[in-house]
């Protein structure tokens, strides 16, 4: 069974630029989450959603972070523009309902 | 809010020395706990879980017991190998949050030389 699939999975971009990230789920995965990694710091959650709904963008950067779901499978996330503190790992995560969360290897953005 | 507390790292063991990470949590409703595991240059992968009080998680030769009493989910290993070196997350996800989001830990780096 294939897993999560990211692309890039290395970003280098200078501040007030925009970027897109994508995300494949594993297949007849209603939910798909993205995190965001902070260099020494644990995921944190930035958006969830269930099939192409939004559950929770409760700490999404809304001023600048944008996230789509489109018929339900893939997702894009967006930011625009970047600030140097948004240099992180972005992580998607895909599960079935209530299910075990399973984690794509990532995209590593660098703001300069 | 929600919150995980685990140990500094980095952890500097010899092979087959015992392990431990230390966590805590804080929880308003009934948290399900977590162990992921996160190799260089991998993703993370779930490494155990516990859903109630009193489970013990385990799996590859770790452990963990879910303590209420204590608020803890500390992760033990007998005898670390050379390739159990990785970073550790321990986390929760609230029954209480319908979300089901993950709330992680900062991570512990583990190094185990041969």
């Known amino acids: 069974e294939a897993g999560v699939a990211q692309s890039p999975r290395y970003k280098i971009i200078e501040k007030r630029q925009s970027v897109a990230f994508w995300c494949n789920p594993i297949s007849g995965h209603a939910t798909l989450y993205w995190y965001q990694q902070i260099l020494g710091q644990g995921p944190k959650l930035l958006i969830q959603f269930q099939n192409n709904g939004v559950v929770d963008d409760s700490q999404l950067p809304k001023d600048r972070f944008s996230a789509e779901r489109l018929k339900g499978v893939d997702s894009t996330l967006k930011i625009q523009p970047a600030k140097l503190e948004d240099s992180a790992v972005y992580l998607c995560a895909s599960s079935v309902y209530m299910g075990e969360q399973f984690f794509g290897p990532g995209t590593r953005l660098t703001v300069l | 809010g929600d919150s995980v507390t685990q140990m500094e790292g980095p952890v500097t063991l010899s092979e087959e020395a015992f392990l431990t990470i230390n966590c805590t949590y804080t929880?308003?409703?009934?948290?399900?706990l977590f162990w992921y595991v996160q190799y260089p240059g991998e993703g993370l992968q779930l490494l155990l879980k516990?859903?109630?009080?009193?489970d013990k998680g385990s799996n590859k030769g770790f452990e963990a017991t879910y303590r209420k009493e204590t608020t803890s989910f500390h992760l033990e290993k007998g005898s670390v190998q050379v390739s159990d070196s990785a970073v550790y997350f321990c986390?929760?996800?609230?029954?209480?949050?319908?979300?089901?989001?993950?709330?992680f830990g900062s991570g512990t780096r583990l190094l185990v030389r041969p």
């Open positions: 929880a308003t409703g009934y948290p399900s």
């Open positions: 516990a859903t109630k009080a009193d």
């Open positions: 986390a929760l996800s609230d029954d209480g949050d319908s979300s089901y989001k993950l709330i």
